[in-house]
């Protein structure tokens, strides 16, 4: 009968919270996008210098990026914890959720950005 109540129960370690919840979903995006930006920041600094294909400029342009989106979803995921995501940094005002499925992690709402 233990195995019953068990199988019931929420599996989110969150109160009240169910497992397909949206900021699980949001968590999970976030996720993925970071693992992302890790896999391209590894992969432009151990690329091999001499590799013609991206010249030295360009590459730490492009690290430069993802290392400041990759900031920017640490930061995404924080204040998912906190209960502070979805809102503008700016002015507060709730950000539109065509743009956060477009950029989860952004900041900012249209307006501000
Ligand atoms: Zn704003």
Redesign the pocket.
């Known amino acids: 009968v233990s195995v019953d109540t068990a199988a019931h129960r929420p599996a989110s370690t969150t109160p009240g919270a169910r497992t397909t919840s949206p900021t699980e979903e949001v968590r999970a995006l976030l996720m993925e996008h970071r693992l992302a930006r890790q896999d391209q920041i590894a992969a432009l600094t151990f690329a091999d210098p001499d590799d013609s294909s991206l010249d030295p400029g360009a590459r730490l342009r492009v690290a430069a990026t993802a290392n400041r989106t990759l900031a920017e979803i640490e930061q995404a995921l924080l204040r998912l914890e906190d209960g502070s995501y979805g809102f ?1 940094l ?4 709730p ?1 539109s959720s065509e743009r956060l499925v477009v950029v989860p992690y952004t900041p ?2 249209v ?2 950005a």
């Open positions: 503008c700016r002015c507060a005002e950000v900012y709402c307006p501000c």
